[in-house]
């Protein structure tokens, strides 16, 4: 779609804030109207609208995306899609450790340790750990209260979690994130230990360098997402 709007403004609305274009409502792809929660989110929305330029990129609007992802996609059946998230939980990278080197185990057990300690302070779970890439079960207990706890979020949560949780593969790190116990540096280190540890000993092509940008740009607009809420 070109480009047909001079100005976007974030508008109060019932519920929130909405989005205008010269004072025209947006509305999602599902023909919802664009109300975000918080006016930090909905002017962070509208000033990518107001970036846009001759043609829309949705790539460059990741915070439209996501409301439009809590309004359309989340929204109508939040507890299915907290399910799906929950299911992380089952086999969270904090829990799966290297059985060598030395220096790459007490890395993992400074970096991971932490936030487990954290969620079973948290949320009363106790998070197994394992060596190698073999799945092992958390209990039943585990599993049931990590998902208590994606369920009691709000749809515009959970599209903030989305992101956080695929791109990390932690559900624990991604909710310490969302309550403040760590920054998203803390985070976007801890998930990415093992990868650091690989490019220190043996380099980083380009392939790996572009996958990499991509998957932090999800992670920062999910980490910008969820602080603007």
């Known amino acids: 779609m070109k480009r047909f ?3 976007a403004a974030a508008i109060p609305a019932a519920g929130g804030h909405d989005i ?3 004072g025209r409502p947006v509305r999602t792809p599902g ?6 929660p918080t006016l930090a989110l909905a002017e962070a929305v509208a000033e990518e609208w107001r970036a846009v330029g001759e043609t829309i990129d949705p790539r460059a609007m990741p915070l439209t995306g996501l409301a439009n992802a809590a309004i359309d ?3 109508p059946d939040s ?3 907290a399910a799906g998230l929950a299911k992380y939980g089952e086999s969270d990278l904090l829990c799966y450790r290297a059985d060598h080197p030395l220096e790459l185990q007490l890395r993992q057990q400074a970096a991971w340790d932490p936030l487990l300690d954290w969620a079973r302070a948290r949320y009363g779970v106790d998070p197994v750990t394992t060596t190698g890439v073999m799945h ?3 209990s039943p207990e585990t599993i049931a209260k990590l998902a208590e706890a994606v369920a009691a979020r709000s749809p515009f949560e959970l599209a903030a979690l989305s992101p956080l949780v695929t791109v990390t593969g932690s559900l624990i790190a991604a909710l310490a ?3 403040g116990a760590a920054t998203p540096e803390d985070i976007w280190s801890a998930a990415n230990l093992d990868e650091d540890w690989q490019a220190e000993h043996w380099g980083e092509d380009d392939l790996a360098r572009k996958a990499r940008a991509a998957r932090r740009a999800d992670f920062d607009a999910g980490a910008c997402f969820l602080s603007l809420l």
């Open 5 to 7: 709007w001079k100005d």
């Open 20 to 22: 205008h274009l010269d």
């Open 79 to 81: 507890a299915t899609f």
């Open 177 to 179: 994130l969302l309550e």
């Open 73 to 75: 996609r989340i929204a």
């Open 136 to 138: 092992r079960p958390q």
């Open 31 to 36: 023909r919802v109207p664009l109300t975000l």
